[in-house]
């Protein structure tokens, strides 16, 4: 894991996702991070990145459940055994 400062440009960019996407500000920070630095995906649970453009998006759960080799729901969500 890198940590990348804050500049202007990113700050910017971040400004406009928010006003666009109608996400937080935390959030506009890691898509817009995630999108100058030309990320792969986001994994988070907050489907409101799927609206944002040129940010690829996937579900933190729908993603486990891809490289899980047994899966069993329960009612009150997902038991995941690798």
């Known amino acids: 894991m890198e940590i990348k400062p804050a500049?202007?440009?990113?700050a910017t960019s971040a400004l406009v996702l928010i006003?666009?996407?109608h996400?937080?500000?935390?959030d506009s920070i890691l898509a817009a991070t995630a999108i100058s630095e030309k990320l792969d995906f986001v994994v988070s649970t907050d489907r409101?990145?799927?609206r944002v453009e040129g940010l690829k998006w996937k579900h933190?759960?729908?993603?486990?459940l891809e490289q899980?080799?047994?899966v069993r729901?329960?009612?009150?969500?997902?038991?995941?055994?690798?």
């Open 7 to 10: 500049d202007r440009e990113l």
């Open 19 to 21: 006003k666009e996407n």
């Open 23 to 26: 996400i937080t500000p935390m």
């Open 48 to 50: 409101h990145f799927r």
């Open 60 to 64: 933190f759960v729908e993603s486990h």
């Open 68 to 70: 899980a080799s047994t």
């Open 73 to 82: 729901h329960l009612e009150n969500g997902y038991c995941i055994k690798q």
